[in-house]
């Protein structure tokens, strides 16, 4: 994380960026208004929001401060207009999964990306040491050791599963299971995590050997946008399944407007004309920001900024993606 200092260096070279295309686009009383606003505005940021990133907006009538929950690449956009969709386009593309390793008597997980790997500290059990005179006592009638064994990876296994519900939870990222086929076909029996894992990878592999798990994992990342579409699907029909989604414009709109939302899954070139869905929407109290977004020409728009302003994320996914869901739809917080 940056200080105060390197931040404020680095905004006051941004702004002097801005400023030099703003005086190339436009006349200069016009350049120097704007210009203003945005040192105005530069000044005014708050540094201890704990928000991954900022976004400021300016035009000669209005100006607005986004602190975003979502990291996204340094950018400066002059023009005439501004779609709050460019936002949602500049989001950093970071491909980050979990990958877990297991085999017979060990586990690892990690949070990786194309550039590292990250080894996370968790509740999931690391050795299966731990569970040995557990299971001495139940499978003691066994006289055939390879009984035991099997006995003794299901117990494992299964308590690996059950130290995923917290990891899952915590990062919401699509899970690769990397290790030796006999480990992966006694998991993929037991887990009940399947709508997360996106692939089984055989492969006996020491967790030092990073260079060779890029290797093998790269084949099976190389379509990320598939990867995380489903991954987005997956995350979508989960929120279904307890409730805690909603669909179509009207009722997206809706819960948007009562900062319940976390994440909003939109078809790209999805638009709505706002008349479509203007109606009294009663919103949390002492929220006066409903109705006020910062030049909305549409509905889909506004429910963008509504997410974005008050924390939550969004994706635009193919179109077609959502057709079940009207092309839009909301997860809630859970």
Avoid at 308 to 331: C, N, Q, R, T
């Amino acid at each position: 994380m940056w200080s105060n200092i390197e931040l404020e260096r680095r905004l006051n070279l941004v702004l002097a960026r801005a400023r030099k295309q703003l005086e190339n686009q436009f006349p200069g009383e016009v350049a120097e208004l704007m210009s203003n606003k945005l040192l105005k505005l530069v000044r005014s940021l708050n540094y201890s929001t704990y928000k991954k990133s900022i976004a400021i907006f300016v035009c000669p009538h209005s100006e607005k401060i986004f602190y975003l929950d979502i990291p996204v690449e340094e950018k400066i956009l002059v023009d005439d207009s501004f779609d709050i969709r460019e936002l949602v386009l500049s989001k950093r593309d970071d491909r980050d999964f979990l990958l877990l390793l297991i085999n017979a008597s060990r586990s690892r997980i990690f949070r990786g990306n194309q550039n590292e790997f990250m080894r996370i500290s968790s509740s999931v059990p690391e050795s299966a040491t731990v569970y040995e005179n557990d299971i001495s006592s139940r499978v003691g009638n066994f006289s055939d050791p390879s009984d035991r064994k099997e006995i003794m990876l299901d117990k494992f296994l299964h308590h690996i599963d059950q130290g995923l519900d917290i990891v899952l939870n915590a990062y919401r990222l699509p899970l690769l299971v990397m290790g030796p086929e006999r480990a992966l076909g006694h998991f993929r029996k037991i887990t009940r995590h399947h709508e997360k894992i996106i692939d089984y990878i055989k492969l006996q592999v020491e967790e030092s050997d990073e260079q060779k798990i890029r290797e093998v994992i790269a084949p099976h990342i190389l379509d990320w946008n598939k990867i995380k579409q489903n991954d987005l699907l997956r995350q979508l029909d989960a929120a279904k399944g307890v409730g805690k989604m909603a669909s179509g414009i009207r009722d997206v709109w809706k819960m948007a407007s009562n900062r319940k939302g976390r994440l909003l899954l939109v078809e790209s070139g999805y638009r709505c004309d706002s008349w479509k869905i203007k109606e009294p929407v009663k919103t949390n109290e002492g929220d006066n920001s409903a109705g006020r977004s910062f030049l909305i020409k549409d509905a889909v728009d506004d429910t963008i900024e509504k997410i974005l302003e008050y924390g939550g994320d969004v994706e635009f996914v193919d179109k077609g993606l959502l057709k079940a869901y009207s092309s839009i739809a909301l997860i809630q917080y859970y």
